[in-house]
């Protein structure tokens, strides 16, 4: 495939820039997005609701294809090298390329085009039919016109639809960062690679083996991970990390069928009290884990973090008003210093029935799921390690499977564990080249530089593409936090997409060249 | 309503009998009632099938009053003077009176005519269609006819059905039993009254009131509850007591909705943590129940008692086997010593998901049910004081609704409980002289002297009895337990049947009038 002939000459002047200094090249670049977005909005919009009406339920194979393809056209139409590439018996990987004579650097920018399931009945307009509002449906937003609208970002205008905000605004706000520095007659400071997955909300089964067999062509300096929300504040924020995660599904087992409470509580084994007892001594109810070892792998804070946490804004009062809550754990730690600790946290619990459907029995068996979030250097097989000896030592019989009747009556003790697969921790260094690079730039470009996230809370493969491409990894957020993600009526505030593309148009033009 | 002639004529003979010593009368009844039942056991089970055809879920007003009619008409067919007695809004009591001139003591059999909901699909035959068996269905019993079988106690004929058991089977056997006299041209040597109540199985929530108005019409010297099964080995028992019960549902609170775990684990208060420390702390893995004073109003075991219980077959290894039980708890204590104490059972869970269901979410709230069983001599308000207060000194503040947003922000730990009804326990001492006197009839009657149970596990309303009677009371239950009871393929071993005519034929009979 041809690289198109206006790269080549924007090329030429993108050296020209370097060589006059392009590391503040584009001091006053922000304003100069605003008017492109203010000249350009309506069709962004235009394009952008065309392609969020395909449909990208991730188990829905064909729609998912017809959204790799509409990405490629999407590319292409910018001059961008894009096309395919394919795994077995998965959704494609969506790869576009902006090579750039002399760049010494290349980086990828990483987004996912699959979205989560939806439930129509609780939507209140049609997923697949994008509605702009002039605010949020909670305060009344009532739907108005894309040609209408004047594009100011302090207004909170939201548009509505599956994806909107999880994960299409990266690939939207991306190819419209290249429309821009076209329009600018100017050319990326960098070679520039975009890699887009289809099966992120499936849980990406096959990105791993896709990024082995296309290690080659991937081949790059730094990778960012479009995903996730802002600071709740709404500032750009750059995370240097992520907690690793785990499954734990645990069956404790009492009589083969619940036996009534009267003829036989108090001297039937309750698997509700085995099963609470063994939960009670886990953690404490402050968020501190109770499992031998568990922390002996943890690294310990580092001053870096705690001085990038410091600058962090303090929302915690704030947060434990909006979610109803009079305390939060380790007795009002921050947040921000929270998540960088492992959680131990009960996701669920079921046992016989509770309320009107309560029967006095001592039920057979009593279930508890559980998710770990992991920091560095734990490693997911050693904590199953721990876990497994924590339960052995409460006098457990572990079983990864239903017991059987023999065991049944051999065994005081039985539980049944069932691991599900989850991502290892990854952390990147606050004074990492990369990083310091990403933090300056946006600096420059922003009217504030970006927060410093030493890690997020949640999990996504950071390490994985570290591991397998060799390279340091950032997240680089750019949608609204209240934006429904996963649930019914997701949203993108459009002042966020107009940040977005502001925030890859200065990397774009602005990474140097000199890190390492 | 006038007493028919036949009794009066039996009245005579009675009163003839008891001059001649009554007491021993009857030393070889047992082989007579084999005889009568040789003789009229089809006419008594196609009788018996016709009741159980008219369907009797609590819940069907209609269908309930057609049971009680038809009792009537079955206590009217034998000379027993019978009616319903009517309440406010609830099915009528069934009465029957057999007044037995120069009889000094008054006894009621009560039963209930009311049965348990069905789930037709369950049932491999109709429920409402009586089907006899030759066998049990696990035992690949195969439909026999009634006129075709034979009466052998030792075989093992079921009756499938709903109520076939629980609880038709006494009052039909009651019924047989006064035939079992008319055809000896006996008569009892006590006063009979019959009382058979219609909501049972819905709570029995109008029988105290009922018994308050009818309390001049019920007035009597001792109460049997007809009800529940006899001991697993067949051996028929006496039950002196029951243990009392509460039901209580606990929801502990976390955030006002579910929180993603990667973003707020370990800093939002985690609803599971917070119940499952508090649940770890009311009972301990072996049955010890940790609320404080919880045992200050539990009256010691009697050497009485204790000695009762030696005689019972120990039945526990058998049952653990059964049940797939490596160990029961309290150190494999017998289950006839631990009825005796007071139970703490958790019957159920529910916070969050567990398996494929499971979000990664810190739930926003968490429940408990748990069934309390009491003994002598508890009292349900103060257990409720105890628990409350040990709920109280871990920190939790109490609501008995749910919380308001500012009850939210304002407790660290909110919890909100709600108490269901439930029975007090009760408790006749082994040596009442009603108890003696009953087991010295049924040990001149029966092939060897009956059990003497202390006390159920479960809870029947013998204290309410007891309270608004004041009178003794005691279990005389007749049906098999292996009986399907409240599930599908509801059944009642044929045997059982006869037994309980015969008990019944012996009490009426056989129960002395010097007891007090």
């Known amino acids: 495939m041809k690289r198109p002939a206006l790269f080549r000459a924007l090329a030429l002047c993108s050296l020209l820039a370097l060589a006059l200094g392009a590391r503040q090249a584009f001091p006053d670049q922000g304003r100069r997005v605003k008017a492109f977005i203010d000249k350009n909005g309506a069709s962004i919009l235009k394009e952008y609701s065309e392609f969020l009406s395909i449909p990208n339920v991730a188990s829905a194979a064909k729609n998912i294809r017809r959204n790799a393809e509409a990405i490629v056209a999407m590319l292409r139409r910018r001059g961008v090298e894009a096309r395919l590439l394919e795994g077995e018996g998965c959704p494609p990987l969506v790869y576009g390329e902006i090579a750039q004579p002399g760049a010494k650097k290349t980086i990828i920018f990483y987004a996912h085009y699959d979205g989560q399931p939806i439930d129509p009945v609780q939507w209140k307009d049609d997923p697949w039919k994008p509605v702009l509002r002039d605010r949020r449906l909670e305060d009344a937003g009532k739907i108005v016109d894309r040609s209408a609208i004047t594009f100011e970002r302090g207004r909170d205008y939201r548009l509505y639809g599956r994806s909107t905000s999880d994960d299409k605004a990266p690939i939207m ?62 500032r750009m924020q750059v995370t240097f990390g992520a907690r690793g995660s785990m499954g734990l599904e645990m069956t404790v087992y009492g009589p ?8 036989y509580g108090n001297w039937a084994p309750n698997p509700i009290s085995l099963l609470t ?49 009079a305390w939060s754990e380790a007795g009002n730690a921050r947040l921000a210093s929270r998540i960088l600790m492992p959680a131990l946290n009960f996701r669920g619990l079921e046992a016989g029935a509770v309320g009107a459907k ?63 697969d989850g991502y290892p921790p ?91």
């Open 173 to 234: 706000a991306l190819a419209v960062a290249v429309d821009f520095l076209k329009s600018e007659l100017t050319s990326p400071s960098i070679n520039l690679k975009f890699l887009f997955e289809g099966e992120e909300e499936a849980g990406s089964p096959h990105l791993q083996g896709l990024l082995r067999k296309y290690r080659e062509l991937l081949r790059a300096d730094a990778l960012f991970i479009c995903d996730g929300p802002v600071d709740q504040t709404g």
């Open 256 to 263: 083969n069928h619940p036996l009534h409470s009267g003829h």
């Open 277 to 325: 007892g063994l939960l009670a001594g886990t953690r404490d109810q402050d968020g501190g884990i109770g499992i031998e070892g568990f922390y002996d792998d943890v690294r310990p804070v580092s001053e870096a973090d705690k001085n990038a946490i410091a600058e962090l804004p303090d929302i915690d009062a704030r947060l434990r008003r909006e979610y109803g809550l």
């Open 358 to 420: 309560a029967a006095n029995a001592v039920p057979a068996e009593a279930r508890a799921s559980i998710d770990f979030r992991l920091v560095p250097d734990q490693d997911p097989e050693n904590v199953k390690k721990l876990v497994e000896a924590h339960i052995s030592a409460r006098g457990f019989h572990i079983l990864w499977r239903d017991p059987t009747p023999d065991e049944r009556i051999n065994h005081a003790k039985l539980i049944k564990l069932e691991w599900e």
């Open 426 to 516: 990854y952390r990147l260094a606050l004074d990492d080249p990369f990083g310091r690079e990403v933090v300056r730039t946006l600096g420059a470009a922003l009217s504030e530089p970006p927060l410093r996230l030493p890690a997020l809370g949640g999990s996504v493969p950071m390490k994985m593409f570290a591991d397998v491409l060799g390279i340091p990894v950032l997240g680089l957020p750019i949608v609204n936090y209240d934006n429904n993600q996963h649930g019914p009526n997701e949203n993108l505030r459009l002042g966020n997409l107009w940040d977005g593309i502001a925030v890859f148009a200065a990397l774009f033009s602005g990474l140097g060249q000199d890190w390492r």
